[in-house]
Structure formats: C-alpha cells, structure tokens
C-alpha cells in the first residue's frame, strides 16, 4: 500500500518565521504535488515536480517554494510565513497515468 | 480555461434515499475525470476514475461530454457515505496534475 507520510499533524508557527514542511512517500513515485485545502475552496495546487529538482508552479505559488533533492522527499517552503498562510496542507505523490495518493496533511496556524 | 465546479456545498439526505453529487468540467480536450472522498479524520483518498466505469461502495459516475459532466450518483445512501467528496479533472496524465472542485459535503441523516 502507498504511503505518502506528512512530517507534522499540527504545527504552530508566527508571522515572519521561515516554515518547512516536509512530505515522504514510499513508492518510487515520479510525480509530487502540495496542496492546501480550504472551505469552499477545496484543493488548490501550489507547487508540484515530476522529478528530482524539477518543480513547476501550480495556482497559487506566490509565497511558498520546494525542495526536491530525493525522489521520495517533497518539502514545502513558506519563506516568510504570514497568516494568510494558515490553512490545511495536503501532499500527494503518483506514478505517471495512476491516481494520486494523499497524505494525512498538516493544519498550519500562523500567529 | 479548466475549471471543475461542484455547485453545492451541502447536501443531505435520509438514510436510504437516492444520492447525486453534481460535478461539471470545463475543458477543452478529453479528459480524464475522478472522484476523490475524504471520511471524518481520514486521508484524502480515490473513489473512482471515469475510464475505470466501476461502481465503488456503491457509486458510480458517468462521464457526458455533451453536457461536460461527471455526477457521482448512489441509489440508496448510507450513514456511513457521509464525508467530503471533491471532483477532478486531469489535464495531463503525464504530470498526475489534478484540478479539483469545491467539495461538496454529504451528510446522510439516520
């Protein structure tokens, strides 16, 4: 069974702060993807990479950047964390033509 | 432009009654469509994939180009149907990209 594994449930953080979250899958899997989720406005894709050190931007990049150093690893950079940022972060990894697969997601609060 | 639109936000029905969740596209070649559910606490996961035509826990969907559709649909809801459900549009099968909807909750009344 996939495993996509999101490095915090919870995470607490304030304006300003450079936040780092970190996304692991298990599958071998060429394709990676961040989301975030908020209602009424269901996911929306920030960043995604189809490869190691290829990213592309997806609707709303403005404000974070990635890291794909490893196959298996996605990180999620908010480079000067404000709190318009707070909301639930959703990662996703799939092999080229098959569906994704999610993470349990992180619940980011800016204070 | 690609859009997905699920134009309802809620919809909540009895235990036992007929349930369609509405999914409209917006895309100009030929998609590949999906619906994803999320249960109380849980990960994001798929339901069901259009070229796939089956039916999961009870749902199917059909995709109609002319009306550029993909409803999910279900005879009779169960308690336990109630969740989170988002429709998804795949530009591109060779990125995974996904383009979702709004997400319609389903919540089923005993």
């Known amino acids: 069974d996939v495993k996509v594994t999101q490095s915090s449930r919870y995470l607490v953080k304030r304006t300003g702060e450079k936040v780092f979250l970190e996304c692991v899958q298990d599958m071998d899997h060429e394709n990676m993807f961040w989301y975030r989720q908020d209602p009424g406005l269901g996911l929306r894709l920030i960043y995604f990479s189809y490869d190691v050190k290829m990213k592309e931007k997806g609707d709303i990049p403005e404000g974070y950047s990635v890291s794909r150093e490893k196959k298996e690893r996605f990180s999620l950079i908010l480079e000067s964390a404000s709190t318009n940022q707070t909301s639930m972060y959703l990662c996703a990894s799939s092999q080229q033509g098959m569906p994704q697969h999610f993470g349990d997601g992180t619940r980011l609060s800016i204070l | 432009a690609q859009r997905v639109t699920q134009p309802e936000k809620l919809l909540s029905v009895f235990k036992g009654a007929p349930v369609e969740l509405k999914c409209n596209y917006s895309?100009?070649?030929?998609?590949?469509l999906f619906w994803y559910v999320q249960y109380s606490r849980q990960r994001l996961q798929l339901l069901l994939r259009h070229i796939s035509r089956e039916s999961i826990k009870g749902f199917t969907a059909d995709l109609n180009k002319g009306e550029t559709s993909f409803h999910l649909k279900k005879p009779f809801a169960q308690e336990e149907d109630s969740a989170m459900y988002y429709c998804a549009l795949s530009p591109s099968s060779n990125t995974g990209k996904l383009i979702f909807g709004q997400g319609t909750t389903l919540q089923v009344k005993p």
């Open positions: 895309y100009s070649g030929s998609p590949e």
